[in-house]
């Protein structure tokens, strides 16, 4: 009975060995799976982030006077209007990013048939040369890798 008690159940060093091997081949991947989740959400954070930025300097140049969006590109300006909110296009930093703005603002020729004449029955078609601008803003970011989004939407002389 001596014997018994004075057994005291070990562990051995093999043991322990095998089962952190058997650990480590279960947690690097688990690991390494957080560490790529988590880089990749806060990538998704900044992506809409820099969309939502986007949006806004969108809506801020649509409510602007026709008169007032500059043709051509523009990039890296701060454009005022006398009656609305200035388009800021300046460079913005979004998390560890420098996100770069440009606007792109070109006259767009609108045609349609706007009544049907009398005596023919034929509808009349009328051409407005600057009747439209078409409204294109694009973010830029990365340095190694290059990323960009852009937006358009269309603005008419009325």
Do not use: C
Request: proline share 3%.
């Amino acid at each position: 009975m001596l014997a018994i008690r004075n057994r005291q159940a070990a562990v051995s060093l093999v043991e322990v060995l095998i089962a952190l091997a058997i650990l480590s081949t279960l947690a690097l991947p688990m690991l390494m799976l957080l560490v790529e989740y988590s880089r990749g959400s806060s990538q998704l954070g900044d992506y809409y982030q820099i969309l939502n930025i986007v949006e806004e300097k969108l809506d801020t140049a649509l409510a602007l006077n026709f008169v007032d969006i500059p043709t051509g590109e523009t990039d890296g300006k701060l454009i005022e209007a006398e009656n609305s909110r200035p388009l800021d296009l300046r460079p913005a930093q979004v998390g560890h990013e420098i996100v770069r703005f440009k606007m792109r603002a070109e006259m767009t020729t609108v045609e349609f048939a706007a009544m049907k004449d009398a005596t023919s029955g034929q509808l009349q078609r009328a051409r407005v040369e600057d009747g439209m601008k078409r409204i294109e803003i694009t973010a830029e970011w990365g340095d190694k890798k290059k990323h960009n989004i852009s937006l358009i939407a269309y603005k008419a002389n009325l």
